[in-house]
């Protein structure tokens, strides 16, 4: 069965540009959350989403937006990127918000100069 | 005081040895534990949930301790495979959608 996947792999943007990753989860589920993880730090929760509605937010500012399609895949948009954006996204899936196990994907690694 | 907190590392430890991870969470409505392992530029992977009876996976073995908010994990053994990051994780439960993380714990098992 295919795990999580997230696209692009890597991404380079300069400041002030806008970029929109994303992710499919595994057949099956119906949650995805989104995480950021700096070089250095444990990932950091941004958005959760389920049957397409936003379910929960992380302390990032309005720059941050997701959504989920009705197939359950997801985009996370990130408009007038800082330097400090720069960060390993990850997105993680699970059948359903009150399952507490989450799968990972391999993230897309953003780089903003 | 940080929601999830774990030991600063890194850890070197020869193969073999013993090596414990500790970590302490502050909201004591914290419901599910787990212990992910993060190999380098990769994505965080489950290696154990955490029961309050504590349990145990071959080499490894998970407690908690709810009255002090403590979690630990000890590794026996220790392979060179098993040089990861481990992390920490709770989940709060119904209500709450996210995993909380600790910043990790650097693991260097060294010939």
């Known amino acids: 069965d295919a795990g999580v996947t997230q696209s692009p792999t890597h991404l380079i943007k300069t400041r002030g540009q806008q970029v929109t990753l994303r992710c499919s989860p595994i057949?099956?589920?119906?949650?995805v959350s989104w995480y950021q993880q700096v070089l250095g730090q444990g990932p950091q929760f941004i958005f959760q989403?389920?049957?397409?509605?936003?379910?929960g937010r992380g302390n990032f500012p309005d720059r941050f937006s997701a959504r989920q399609f009705p197939n359950y895949s997801s985009e996370l948009n990130v408009n007038a990127l800082l330097l400090g954006d720069s960060a390993l996204y990850l997105c993680?899936?699970?059948?359903?918000?009150?399952?507490?196990?989450?799968?990972f994907g391999p993230g897309t690694r953003l780089t903003v100069l | 005081r940080k929601e999830v907190e774990q030991d600063p590392g890194p850890f070197n430890v020869p193969e073999g040895a013993t090596v414990a991870f500790n970590c302490t969470y502050s909201?004591?409505?914290?419901?599910?534990f787990f212990w992910y392992r993060q190999d380098c530029r990769k994505e965080p992977k489950l290696l154990m949930s955490?029961?309050?009876s504590g349990n145990e996976d071959g080499r490894f073995t998970a407690q908690l301790n709810r009255a002090s908010q403590y979690i630990s994990l000890l590794i026996r053994d220790s392979k060179l495979s098993d040089s990861a990051t481990y992390l920490c994780?709770?989940?709060?439960?119904?209500?709450?959608?996210?995993?909380?993380f600790g910043k990790g714990t650097k693991l260097s098992v060294i010939p």
């Open positions: 993680a899936s699970r059948p359903a918000v009150s399952y507490n196990e989450q799968f």
């Open positions: 057949s099956g589920h119906k949650s």
């Open positions: 989403y389920y049957e397409k509605e936003e379910r």
């Open positions: 909201n004591s409505a914290s419901q599910s």
């Open positions: 955490v029961y309050s």
């Open positions: 994780v709770v989940w709060s439960g119904a209500g709450s959608y996210q995993l909380t």
